[in-house]
């Protein structure tokens, strides 16, 4: 599930991606229409944000006074801190104000916040938007912002791509509810599995084959078929998808509680869309973990009362009340827990996975395969190699 983008992005330390407005509006709908009340007399912050670029920031003020807020703020971080380095243009909303400094825009950060109709139409929108420095870089790490986050009620935004484990345990450590973008492989980290395991964090209502287009700075280096993807998409100019991308919350939405329609597994061997399963009319078992092969989220069968190893794009249809977490297969995760004393680690030899440049299901010879590269099915000399897998198994 390699990403250009997102590779190009770790390489010249690029974290300036910007979400769409409509991609935030689909995704803010989800958690409205499961409970209307979910933002109302909340103080919500867009720690990673600034007006002049965001789209968050436009969104929930301009929807401040329909979800019911009680305030909104947002933090700026400054150009001159920011590792991928782009020319500073300040814009008119900024330099219109009297406290506005040159100097000091390239080296501070900015708080803005919206709690009361200060233009005195009756309404509170984007237009009553207030805004001074912050005394540091507007960094989220900093004092000033962390106090600024004990204070919230919601927090939502795009963090940086290379910051997204800190910024996920910044959120955690202070119990706070939150919704932010991420990369979809980020679900195997050892700091983001445990808290999908334990239900304390899940997907957001966008699903994994929505594509998600983002804003880019100027000159930034951008794959051409993902940019003429984006221009598909009506984004012309300096815009990329990113098609691995998705939401990470601990907000309810209703899509998350809808179970996935399954056959048995006679039914899958007879109607399965995928040739290998209806082809072979067999699940495989792992070689030394008590648990199935199923490469499929439309595949897993109804009627299998075991542990299944999942593709970790299951997690985006998961229904907490269909099935239970048991663990994935990365050596960080150790061993399962009493209930499943199986080795969790579908390894050779149990020693640390290393990184394979071979295609999911390849069938090689064992004597050429790296220790610790995850396998199933060893048969003499053969074996098949999977990507990570979640293991899951029926709602007991």
């Known amino acids: ?98 406290h506005y400094n040159l100097d000091k825009s390239k080296t501070h950060g900015k708080i803005f916040e919206l709690e009361r109709d200060i233009t005195g139409d009756g309404r509170i929108n984007i237009d009553d938007l207030e805004w001074k420095y912050l005394e540091g870089d507007g960094d989220f790490r900093s004092k000033e912002v962390t106090k600024l986050r004990d204070e919230a009620d919601i927090i939502i935004t795009n963090p940086p791509f290379s910051l997204f484990r800190e910024f996920l345990a910044w ?44 804003g880019v700075p100027e000159g930034t280096v951008v794959k051409e078929s993902d940019k003429a993807k984006a221009e598909r998409l009506g984004y012309i100019g ?43 009319k067999e699940y495989k078992q792992y070689d030394n973990c008590n648990a199935i092969e199923v490469p499929y989220t439309d595949a897993i069968p109804s009627d299998y009362e075991g542990v299944m190893g999942v593709p970790i794009s299951f997690l985006d249809k998961y229904c907490p009340e269909q099935f239970d977490i048991v663990g994935i297969t990365k050596t960080w995760y150790g061993f399962a827990n009493k209930i499943y004393p199986d080795q969790i680690q579908v390894s050779k030899d149990g020693k640390q996975s290393k990184v394979s440049k071979l295609n999911d299901g390849a069938t090689i010879k064992l004597s050429d395969v790296p220790e610790g590269d995850t396998y199933y099915i060893v048969n003499d000399e053969l074996f098949t190699q999977v990507y990570a897998r979640v293991l899951i198994c029926k709602k007991q």
């Open 1 to 98: 599930m390699a990403n250009t983008n997102l590779a190009n992005a770790k390489t010249a330390k690029n974290d300036e991606f910007y979400t769409q407005y409509a991609d935030i509006q689909k995704e803010i709908n989800a958690y409205l229409e499961y409970n209307p009340d979910v933002f109302r007399d909340k103080t919500v912050l867009l720690p990673c944000d600034d007006p002049e670029w965001s789209n968050f920031t436009k969104f929930f003020a301009q929807n401040f006074q329909l979800f019911g807020l009680k305030k909104l703020i947002s933090t700026s971080y400054a150009p001159e801190s920011k590792k991928y380095k782009m020319p500073y243009q300040p814009t008119l909303f900024e330099t219109s104000q009297p």
């Open 171 to 214: 959120m955690m450590n202070a119990n706070k509810r939150f919704l932010i973008i991420g990369n979809m492989n980020a679900i195997t980290y050892k700091e983001v599995f445990p808290p999908i395991q334990n239900n304390l964090m899940w997907l957001g209502a966008t699903g994994f084959v929505t594509d998600m287009v983002f």
């Open 238 to 280: 300096n815009y990329t998808r990113l098609g691995n991308s998705c939401w990470f919350t601990n907000i309810d939405h209703g899509r998350r509680h809808q179970p996935i329609k399954l056959m048995t597994a006679a039914e899958n061997y007879k109607h399965s869309r995928h040739k290998d399963i209806k082809a072979h």
